[in-house]
């Protein structure tokens, strides 16, 4: 069985109160549609950043160039996870291959 492919952001500048439902409800509300996880793992989250998955690779690339998103009223700062996508895991889960999954330096999209 092949796993759909996923892209992932990582979203900085995340204020450390800050919840998964609270980071999605974000995303959701400036139109991502496309959601399939959000992690915010605590050891990263004290370093004010964590990461938004996407089954859409046009809505990450919205997310990183486009979008102007705040929570709490903080900026949030969203750049292209550069490491190999993660594993098949469950709900929440980042698998095998780290946090961070979902573009390559080559599985980036080519810049304008």
Known sequence: MVAAAEFSIKVG??????NSAE????FEEAGFETISDVYLPGKFLKQGFGFVRFTEQEDARRAVEDAVLS???SSLQCEYALTEKRGVGGKGDFG????LGGFSQSA???AA
């Not at 500048?13 to 800050?18: A, C, G, H, I, M």
């Not at 980071?23 to 974000?26: D, E, F, I, K, S």
């Not at 095998?96 to 946090?99: D, E, L």
Request: charge should be positive; charged fraction near 15%; avoid cysteine.
């Open 108 to 110: 980036r999209p080519p």
């Open 23 to 26: 980071l999605r409800a974000v």
């Open 13 to 18: 500048n995340v204020p450390q109160s800050t």
């Open 96 to 99: 095998a291959r780290g946090a």
């Open 71 to 73: 929570l709490q009223g």
